[in-house]
């Protein structure tokens, strides 16, 4: 009776910091996300660290897309873009690679780490500071008609970035 007694005693704490945990974390990515851009965003033309073009306008023809703000400095992306990777085999996905040096040494890390998602050189910055980007990662969800449907940051799943796809697909 005792030790069922403090087995209860010992999950309910377990239980109470799991939540107490989970608040404070999604506080934080909220007030990590204020400053981020909502609703539709502009389009991107640019040439990519492969040296292809890419038109978000064209990539939205075919379904959502996300766009991965990251770094190769950065240790949570590190785990993360192999997810982001995988998935960018079966939807949309643009990277952009915050002051990670030059289109050869981004492109040399992607084939080091075996990346496979395409990659804007965003050396200065510019195009994290228009979209808001305080903190990497960070994932934008942008839907067919032009408009970001879900703005997370910080470390996230697959299952999690392919459900807010799948639910922006729903989106026309």
Not at 26 to 41: E, H, K, N, T
Not at 158 to 164: K, P, Y
């Amino acid at each position: 009776m005792l030790r069922r007694l403090k087995e209860a005693k010992v999950w309910r704490a377990v239980v109470q910091t799991v939540l107490l945990v989970s608040v404070v974390g999604f506080a934080v990515s909220l007030y990590q996300q204020r400053d981020m851009i909502a609703g539709p965003v502009p389009n991107i033309e640019t040439v990519l660290v492969s040296g292809e073009l890419f038109d978000l306008g064209d990539a939205l023809a075919d379904g959502p897309v996300l766009i991965y703000f990251w770094g190769s400095w950065c240790p949570i992306c590190a785990i993360v873009s192999p997810a982001v990777s995988e998935l960018s085999k079966e939807h949309n996905v643009l990277s952009v690679a915050l002051s990670s040096g030059s289109d050869a040494e981004i492109a040399a890390y992607q084939e080091q780490h075996h990346y496979r998602f395409a990659t804007l050189n965003d050396q200065q910055g510019l195009y994290g500071e228009r979209w808001g980007v305080v903190v990497t990662p960070s994932f934008f969800i942008v839907n067919q008609r032009g408009e970001i449907s879900y703005v997370s940051s910080g470390p996230t799943s697959r299952w999690g970035l392919q459900l807010r796809l799948w639910l922006a697909s729903l989106e026309r």
